[in-house]
Structure formats: structure tokens, C-alpha cells
């Protein structure tokens, strides 16, 4: 490998992530242009881990919670999700997608696989397996180092 940073593994990580985001941005914003950023990433977790507390979608989204504060309010306001207090727990709610909110997030699943499917052309299925795990394994090692 090069020195040049194009050559980089971290350059190459950034720009991959940039650039999936950005073709996926510009399909969600033809569709859906009232969603805000942080939204999609928040819908998606909805639909995998249904009645999730505030700080645990905070973490499997990687979003600070004084962040995901203000998002969820928009969310909640605009009908896509809703916010039910525990009996035990007043000061944490558990999040929930509305009937809207699990619609959109259907289709919003469909627009990620479009944009996986487009931009993995010419990438094996075993090849995209790899990727995937040795995605996962860098991310297990940043979480071992502090952040």
C-alpha cells in the first residue's frame, strides 16, 4: 500500500461511508424530503428492536442522547413514533414506531437495499460477506478503544 492518502484504510472507510450516504440520502430525500438526518437511521432500529428505551437506540445508533433528545420530539410530533413512561421508570420512556412510522419504515428498508444492491455491482455475494465481517470486527475493536 501507498502512502498517498486515497491509499488509506481510514480515507477508504470515510468515503465509502460518505458516499453510501449521500446515494442513499438523495433516493430517501426524492421520496421522503420531510425527513430529517438521524431519522432514517432511527426508523430502521425501530423496526429491528421494537419498544426500545431512549438510550438504547441512542447506542445501536451510535448518537449521543442529548442528540437523540430533540430528533425523537420531531419523530414523536410528526406521528412516526411514540413515547409511552414505564410505570417503573418516569424518567425513561420506551419508543415505539407508529402505524406510519412501520410504513415508511418498510419502505425505507426497500430504499436501503436499492442503494446496497446499486452500489455493490460487481461484488460477489461472498465477497460482500467478507466485507461485512471484517466490518463487524473493526467495529468490535473500536468499541474496545476508548472513544
Known sequence: MGSAMEDSLHYNLLAAHTLFQKTFLY?????????????????????????????????????EPATLSPILEKMERSGLIRRDKTADNRKN?????????????????????????????????DEQERLLRILRSIQKNCRKEPA
Request: aromatic share 6%.
Open 93 to 125: 420512556s420506551i419508543v415505539s414506531l407508529s402505524e406510519n412510522g412501520t410504513r415508511l419504515g418498510l419502505r425505507l428498508r426497500e430504499l436501503f437495499l436499492e442503494t446496497e444492491t446499486a452500489v455493490c455491482v460487481g461484488i460477489t455475494p
Open 27 to 63: 433516493r430517501l430525500n426524492r421520496e421522503f424530503p420531510e425527513l430529517l438526518p438521524g431519522q432514517p437511521k432511527i426508523i430502521d432500529y425501530l423496526m429491528s428492536h421494537p419498544h426500545s428505551f431512549q438510550r438504547k437506540i441512542a447506542e445501536g445508533c451510535l448518537i
